[in-house]
């Protein structure tokens, strides 16, 4: 069963600032760090897991040159994503801040930072998503459904107008 949703956290941007701060330092002070996901998103009902999306140097090898340090610092790389690297960072067995890593090329139609600034945008979205999200934890607890994908719907419908707002394609948002 997935984890909790809760209120929004006022804390969380500050949370966001420190954990980037952070994975700059051991990392490459060069990238470029969003908070994406729920948690970005004032007002928004989630998981208290910071999500971040990052835009690694532009080298095929930036984030494997860096691994090592951010290793040491209890992040570890994998997850169910097919789509693009991934690390989270874990504490006492809690997942507690996710970081999804990008290229250059790839970085303006990332489908995260799309949906935030589309949400950000439209509060009419951000109170449909929300229900989307309970209906997906209801859903997972009664065993009829995985959480992501009881919630991918009204994602991709989400993402296809934000995408088409900005001239892009339709692209399916599941990635796992």
């Not at 971040?52 to 691994?67: C, K, Q, T, W, Y």
């Amino acid at each position: 069963m997935p984890r909790m949703l809760v209120g929004y956290d006022p804390s969380w941007p500050e949370q966001f600032e420190r954990i980037a701060a952070e994975m700059r330092r051991l990392g490459d002070a060069d990238w470029v760090i969003e908070h994406i996901g729920s948690t970005a998103i004032p007002g928004m009902r989630a998981k208290p897991i910071i999500d971040l999306a990052v835009r690694v140097v532009g080298r095929p090898d930036d984030l494997e040159a860096h691994s090592a340090a951010l290793e040491a610092a209890g992040w570890r790389l994998g997850s169910a994503v097919r789509t693009h690297p991934v690390m989270i960072l874990e504490a006492d067995g809690i997942r507690t801040a996710i970081a999804h890593f990008f290229t250059a090329e790839e970085w303006d139609a990332v489908h995260q930072r799309l949906i935030r600034d589309w949400l950000l945008a439209h509060p009419e979205d951000v109170e449909r998503y929300s229900h989307a999200k309970c209906d997906a934890v209801a859903a997972a607890a009664r065993g009829t459904s995985a959480y992501n994908a009881a919630k991918t719907p009204v994602i991709q419908e989400i993402v296809d107008r934000a995408r088409a707002a900005r001239g892009l394609a339709s692209v399916p948002v599941s990635d796992k």
